[in-house]
């Protein structure tokens, strides 16, 4: 086994523990909350600083990866995430909004940090002329990590009605803490570090397409958090009253599903590989589905258009991660790939607010209208295969 697949396996493993956790925290707090009487914009609060400092992480950890090496982001990125884990394990009384929405912010920066490492290093890992490989290890990448985030979710329901909320957190940091360990012993030293020490003014591309594709990769996370974060557990929850298992087991399949076909993207999409070409389906699917829903507002129409919009969703995605992959500077990626992804936590904390406050004002229908406005908008403004 060459030293590039080992490093790229080496990554992948600690990006799906990391993710794993990532996924059950969420789901823990989305319904543990719920279940203590918060209502939909009071969870969506808790989220704020989880999503905002993502948006910090990505701009200036792009920066630090540059200086440091992304092995040492990525161990950061863990760490913080047990820190985050070891904050939640107090009991109920002293879970603070504010405490709370101090760990998230923590749990935001560990995951911004940890997933542009990972998606950085897989850039410097193939060489320049093999876009081919490069989009398929991509798309592995990023659907073999949605598909355990979905497990993720399972799990978090799961050890909510085992473990109890402290429990489940405690149990998770000490998953983490064998991870962090080993990553310390196992990746290389200097991955993505640049020659040069990378200036301030670096930190925001100077690339048309990258901008264009940021601008698009904004609405595109938006659109689906704008739905599926808050007001679609809430909804299974409080209208057609599915148990926290039921409702994590659903959200589990949907995004293993959503990360398998991710993975099958490049089969999918074979020479057709434009952003613009797929994102159309997703647009009329999404505002097909609110038409349903607005007039057979049932739990059997919400599942199978929640199904197709996750299908034709991951596809989108992975053309979006292969598109910034392909466009990064080698000399630098994690800047690029930094900013990319700092659009990426801009549109889900506009996608998560929004979908706590329009869940609560107009319900869950005004929320794929939402979404399916945001999707016109990243269909729009992304670049085309020319510019890519």
């Avoid at 609405?219 to 974060?229: E, H, K, S």
């Avoid at 959503?258 to 074979?270: F, N």
């Avoid at 647009?283 to 739990?299: D, H, Q, Y």
């Avoid at 992804?341 to 996608?351: E, I, K, S, T, V």
């Amino acid at each position: 086994m060459n030293s590039s697949l080992k490093q790229y396996l080496v990554i992948t493993g600690n990006y799906w523990a990391f993710t794993l956790t990532d996924g059950a925290l969420r789901m823990l707090v989305v319904l543990h909350f719920h279940g203590l009487g918060y209502s939909p914009l009071a969870i969506a609060s808790l989220f704020l600083f989880y999503e905002f400092f993502g948006i910090v992480t990505n701009l200036f950890g792009g920066w630090l990866g540059a200086r440091a090496g992304l092995n040492r982001t990525m161990q950061m990125g863990l760490g913080l995430q047990i820190v985050a884990l070891a904050m939640l394990t107090l009991p109920d009384q002293y879970l603070s909004v504010i405490w709370v929405m101090a760990a998230q912010a923590l749990s935001g920066i560990a995951k911004d940090l940890n997933k542009m490492s990972a998606k950085s290093a897989i850039k410097l890992l193939i060489p320049a002329n093999e876009s081919g490989r490069l989009y398929r290890w991509v798309a592995a990448l990023t659907g073999s990590k949605n598909a355990l985030k979905g497990v993720g979710f399972f799990l978090g329901g799961a050890l909510l009605w085992t473990l109890g909320f402290q429990g489940a957190a405690c149990a998770m940091a000490s998953l983490l803490i064998l991870v962090w360990l080993l990553s310390f012993w196992l990746l290389q030293g200097d991955i993505g570090r640049k020659a040069f020490k990378p200036k301030f003014t670096e930190l925001f591309s100077k690339s048309r397409a990258i901008n264009q594709l940021s601008a698009a990769r904004f609405f595109l996370f938006g659109a689906r958090d704008v739905w599926f974060v808050i007001a679609l557990p809430v909804f299974l929850a409080s209208q057609f009253h599915w148990s926290h298992l039921e409702v994590g087991g659903l959200l589990a399949l949907w995004v293993i599903g959503y990360g398998a076909v991710q993975a099958l993207a490049p089969r999918i999409t074979g020479n057709n590989a434009s952003i613009t070409f797929w994102g159309w389906p997703l647009v009329c699917i999404t505002a097909t589905l609110a038409g349903l829903m607005l007039w057979l507002p049932s739990a059997w129409v919400l599942v199978a258009g929640l199904w197709v919009f996750g299908a034709l969703f991951a596809i989108n995605s992975s053309l979006h991660s292969f598109a910034i992959a392909q466009l990064a500077r080698a000399d630098g990626v994690s800047l690029d790939v930094g900013f990319y992804y700092m659009a990426n936590a801009g549109g889900r904390l506009a996608g998560t607010l929004l979908s706590g406050w329009v869940y609560q004002q107009w319900g869950l229908v005004a929320c794929l209208w939402a979404s399916a406005g945001m999707l016109l908008l990243a269909t729009v403004l992304a670049p085309s295969n020319k510019q890519i």
